[in-house]
């Protein structure tokens, strides 16, 4: 099969793509390189079946695929505030109406990778798909709050209207290997930051949670996700729901890397999140899927990544 992965180089495309080519398939790899890398996919440019196009998504594209992984999209506070918001909402917006064009074209299935900040700064905890959100809609993190929360309506509406195929998923924070070592996210932070022997930055008092997915984890929701009947469309969330503080959090990279770099604080940025944790429940049920990797390990290979990235 052929398989389009936009934003296939990036942190989870450039995994993406390295499971479906296990898996026998030709695989697409769309990507203008803002956040992706040559380097997350040099290992796969040998095979045969992978083919990289070097193209911004809110250009129509042009490729006969039959699924489609629509991932592309700045995930994090640095790239998407700031001078990129506006290109944020755009890759968002007109990012997911070429997809869904092509999917209708082609009759193909798109999975849209939306995400947990379209519950904003919940009132509701541990989150379910039903609840609708609590998002500042002018605020610094709109562009990509509002932008995927956009993305899901059209993909809806294709849906409903056009009988695209659609999968929409939010997901939760998830780390592992090829995360950018300047992406802002509190996991590369901290590690970053022990390795360099820099001080670890807690934003806040420390007590607002986040949930960590490893990656491998996330892939494997996305490959069944993917699979599964035309009648589960989502939303389904993807995460962790094990929960932690940033100063637990803090506290577990300081002593897995060994470092003695002390923890400051700093105030917390606007709109961000207190409490994130997701409700699985759908995904257990529709999908058969639970994380397996427990927090300990994947940052330990993550850690790992990051000691030989940046020579450690």
Not at 109 to 134: C, F, I, K, M, R
Not at 139 to 158: H, I, M
Not at 214 to 240: C, T
Not at 290 to 308: H, M, N, Q, S, W
Request: charge should be negative.
């Amino acid at each position: 099969m052929t398989i389009l992965i936009t934003g296939g180089a990036g942190f989870l495309g450039s995994h993406l793509c390295a499971r479906l080519l296990s898996a026998g398939h030709e695989v697409i790899c769309l990507d203008n390189f803002y956040t992706g890398s040559m380097e997350n996919i040099a290992a796969l440019t040998t095979n045969p079946q992978f083919r990289v196009i070097d193209q911004d998504v809110i250009e129509p594209i042009d490729v006969n695929a039959k699924q489609i992984y629509n991932l592309a999209c700045p995930a994090s506070p640095v790239h998407y505030q700031g001078k990129a918001a506006i290109d944020t909402m755009k890759t968002s917006v007109l990012g997911a109406l070429n997809v869904l064009e092509l999917a209708a074209f082609n009759k193909a299935t798109l999975l849209q990778a939306s995400t947990s900040e379209v519950y904003g700064d919940p009132a509701v905890h541990p989150q379910p798909e039903s609840y609708w959100g609590n998002v500042n809609p002018i605020g610094p993190r709109a562009c990509y709050d509002e932008g995927k929360r956009a993305a899901e309506t059209l993909c809806f509406d294709y849906n409903r209207h056009r009988g695209v195929d659609v999968k929409v998923m939010r997901i939760f924070n998830t780390y592992g290997p090829h995360m950018h070592p300047n992406d802002g996210r509190v996991v590369s932070n901290f590690i970053v930051q022990a390795l360099r022997g820099e001080d670890i930055t807690i934003y806040g008092d420390g007590t607002q949670t986040r949930s960590f997915c490893y990656v491998s984890d996330l892939i494997e929701f996305m490959v069944r996700f993917m699979a599964s009947p035309a009648e589960v469309i989502g939303p389904i969330n993807a995460g962790n729901p094990g929960e932690y503080t940033m100063i637990e959090l803090a506290e577990a990279v300081l002593k897995l890397t060994g470092s003695t770099s002390k923890i400051v604080w700093r105030p917390l940025p606007v709109d961000d999140p207190k409490q994130r944790r997701p409700d699985i429940t759908k995904a257990g049920d529709l999908l058969g899927w639970k994380p397996t990797v427990p927090l300990e390990d994947g940052l330990k290979e993550t850690i790992a990544y990051f000691r030989k990235k940046l020579g450690a």
